[in-house]
């Protein structure tokens, strides 16, 4: 598992690490993911705080109990998580890259050219 990076509250980034397991696939619909105590162990977190980051999922409706079996992945978890990182993406990138553009005097089919020619490049 990755470390921390020390600016954002670290139930949050386990939670965010949570959502990118089940995005990826590594956490299946229905699939079960680790327990609290595995995440604390493996972490090195305290365990309260490894709830509060399920919790977050928990409360999204994302990830449920079974009481006395553990926690798993809900159906639709990984297509609600997709939508809110697409208008999330729209929102924080997309706006502010269009309004760019207009600034710029570009054209919808020039603003088009140019996602065309970015989207084609390799990393």
Do not use: C
Not at 38 to 59: C, H, M, Q, R
């Amino acid at each position: 598992m990755a470390g921390f990076d020390g600016t954002r509250p670290i139930f949050l980034q386990l939670a965010e690490m949570l959502e990118e397991g089940i995005i990826s696939g590594a956490f299946p619909e229905e699939g079960q993911i680790p327990s609290i105590t595995e995440y604390s162990a493996a972490l090195k977190i305290n365990p309260a705080t490894a709830l509060k980051g399920i919790n977050i999922l928990v409360d999204e409706g994302l990830v449920y109990k079974k009481r006395g079996v553990g926690m798993f992945v809900a159906a639709g978890a990984r297509e609600k998580l997709l939508q809110r990182r697409r208008e999330g993406f729209y929102a924080g990138r997309l706006l502010p890259a269009v309004k760019e553009a207009r600034s710029l005097g570009l054209s919808l089919a020039e603003l088009q050219e140019l996602t065309a020619r970015a989207y084609a490049e390799k990393e």
